[in-house]
């Protein structure tokens, strides 16, 4: 495909100058337009290396103003960086509303010059690519605007300008090895390129090829096609909530409510219960495995993503305290989730939880989820129905990203039954060590108990899967709730052990 582009294609400096201008004004009033809207924008800088990717940064930004972007160079990982799944370091840069994040290399790194080098093992290929689909369907969907630039020469050009940076001792730094490698290799990489563009040139993020042979050339089409794209944002943010309200209005829940009318949690038998002597015995002998285990995690480098939901007062912080209590607290966390602040909701709703994500043997146990998505925020009505319909792939595929980069996932759903959950409350309020636990939000939540039910029970059959399946726990006995949740961490780190 590349090699049919024409990259003779030029422009006169003072005709560029002069649309570069008109164009800057036009680009910068744009910015804040979008800042206004809460539109985030991504604009990712690819293509043959020497073909100019930083020259062309540096144009299009002198339209902007400073305070409203980031610029990232993607470097190979670095060691930090490899601990934690390939995606960890560009979700955790992803902008806030009305921010611009502009990369210099992006993502695609992964299956262009880390795969060129061999960094890339080829069996992870085609992950990667499935992991970038969903990396920018996620964020498109969700209002970011991804403008995706892969600047093209030939390979006479690219030698070209690789021998006059060398001759300079200003600028040889810039040229190493695998540089003139990739030049020396340069078919091979170019169908690299061509496999990449044809793999994720998406509706809702596509390719623009720059023929970057003239710079000129290349700064006018580049400013050109940012202006464009920004503008057809701001036309769709003004439609975009009430379009998407009205789609959801046809997707009716019927089907849903006839499949499941006896659903997950109506099958829990909550009638399961432990002696003090059962409890004290399987409690001691599972911590001092868990104690063990933690160990060989951290020597093979095994992170651990333990999640828990379940009804208030079901006895999450017990059963988290029991897991942890033996645990070297220098290789684990605990992240308590609460209502997103001012600065999270500016973000994509998985974005706070992909940075708390764990590095290579250690083990994050988050206390409540991004589950609230299907949950919390569905009831509440925090996001719209056509934010929470589309979660449960998003989230699946979130938990499918993560295991493929080595993680262990768990997902721990609390059920106790309305009765129970009325005992505990009032023995908070009556207990004055434990008023702090009792919120008038408890009981307004408890009061929507059959909503959430119904919420719970298709969260559980459409986000348990193989790699990351949901392990009810019957938690009307904290003794038995708390040893069961021992003994399934226990079993599925002894698993993995043994597939290593």
Same mark, same amino acid.
């Given at each position: 495909m590349l090699e049919k582009v024409d990259l003779s294609k030029k422009l006169k400096k003072e005709e560029a100058k002069a649309k570069l201008e008109k164009m800057g004004v036009e680009l910068s009033h744009l910015q804040r337009e979008c800042k206004a809207a809460n539109i985030p924008i991504m604009i990712a800088f690819e293509g043959i290396g020497a073909s100019g990717k930083g020259v062309q940064i540096n144009k299009l930004i002198q339209a902007l103003d400073p305070r409203g972007f980031d610029v990232y160079t993607v470097n190979r990982e670095t060691e930090e960086e490899k601990m934690r799944p390939f995606l960890w370091r560009f979700w955790s840069k992803t902008p806030e509303t009305g921010r611009i994040a502009i990369f210099d290399r992006s993502w695609y790194r992964r299956v262009l010059g880390d795969r060129f080098e061999g960094l890339t093992p080829k069996k992870q290929i085609p992950f990667a690519f499935a992991d970038i689909r969903s990396f920018e369907k996620q964020l498109t969907d969700d209002g970011t605007v991804i403008i995706k630039l892969f600047l093209y020469i030939s390979?006479?050009?690219?030698?070209?300008?690789?021998?006059?940076?060398?001759?300079?001792?200003?600028?040889?730094?810039?040229?190493?090895k695998e540089d003139w490698d990739r030049n020396k290799e340069y078919k091979e990489y170019l169908s690299l390129c061509d496999e990449m563009l044809e793999q994720t040139d998406f509706?809702?993020?596509?390719?623009?090829?720059?023929?970057?042979?003239?710079?000129?050339?290349?700064?006018?089409?580049?400013?050109?096609?940012? &202006?464009? *794209?920004?503008?057809?944002? +701001?036309?769709?943010?003004?439609?975009?909530?009430?379009?998407?309200?009205? #789609? @959801?209005? =046809?997707?009716?829940e019927e089907s849903f409510e006839k499949t499941y009318q006896i659903g997950v949690l109506s099958g829990v038998d909550l009638s399961k219960n432990l002696s003090e002597k059962e409890y004290k015995q399987q409690l001691d002998k599972l911590q001092k495995k868990v104690e063990i285990l933690h160990s060989e995690l951290y020597r093979r480098r095994i992170p651990v993503i333990l999640a828990f939901e379940g009804w208030?007062?079901?006895?999450?912080?017990?059963?988290?305290?029991?897991?942890?209590?033996?645990?070297?607290?220098?290789?684990?966390?605990?992240?308590?989730?609460?209502?997103?602040?001012? &600065?999270? *909701?500016?973000?994509?709703? +998985?974005?706070?939880?992909?940075?708390?994500?764990?590095?290579?043997?250690? #083990? @994050?146990? =988050?206390?409540?989820?991004?589950?609230?998505?299907?949950?919390?925020?569905?009831?509440?009505?925090?996001?719209?129905t056509a934010e929470w319909k589309r979660a449960y792939q998003e989230i699946n595929e979130m938990e499918e990203h993560l295991v493929?980069?080595?993680?262990?996932?768990?997902?721990?759903?609390?059920?106790?039954?309305?009765?129970?959950?009325?005992?505990?409350?009032?023995?908070?309020?009556?207990?004055?060590?434990?008023?702090?636990?009792?919120?008038?939000?408890?009981?307004?939540n408890r009061a929507k108990w059959d909503e959430y039910e119904k919420a719970v029970d298709e969260m559980l059959v459409r986000t348990s899967t193989t790699y990351a399946p949901w392990t009810v726990v019957e938690a009307n006995s904290k003794q038995y709730a708390r040893v069961k949740v021992l003994e399934t961490v226990v079993e599925a780190i002894e698993k993995r052990l043994k597939e290593k």
């Open positions: 390979k006479k050009e690219q030698e070209k300008r690789f021998k006059k940076l060398s001759e300079n001792k200003e600028t040889a730094w810039r040229v190493k509706e809702f993020a596509p390719w623009t090829i720059v023929e970057a042979t003239d710079k000129e050339y290349a700064a006018v089409k580049i400013m050109n096609i940012v &202006i464009h *794209r920004l503008q057809e944002a +701001l036309v769709k943010k003004k439609h975009r909530d009430e379009i998407e309200e009205q #789609i @959801a209005k =046809f997707k009716t208030d007062a079901a006895g999450k912080g017990g059963a988290i305290r029991r897991l942890t209590s033996k645990l070297d607290p220098r290789g684990y966390a605990v992240c308590p989730t609460s209502a997103a602040n001012d &600065i999270e *909701r500016k973000h994509h709703y +998985l974005w706070r939880f992909w940075n708390k994500m764990p590095k290579a043997g250690h #083990i @994050a146990i =988050f206390d409540r989820t991004w589950y609230g998505r299907v949950m919390v925020e569905r009831i509440e009505g925090f996001c719209s493929n980069s080595g993680a262990i996932i768990l997902k721990f759903w609390m059920q106790i039954d309305k009765e129970e959950q009325e005992r505990r409350f009032k023995d908070r309020m009556e207990t004055p060590e434990k008023q702090w636990k009792i919120t008038d939000e408890d009981w307004r």
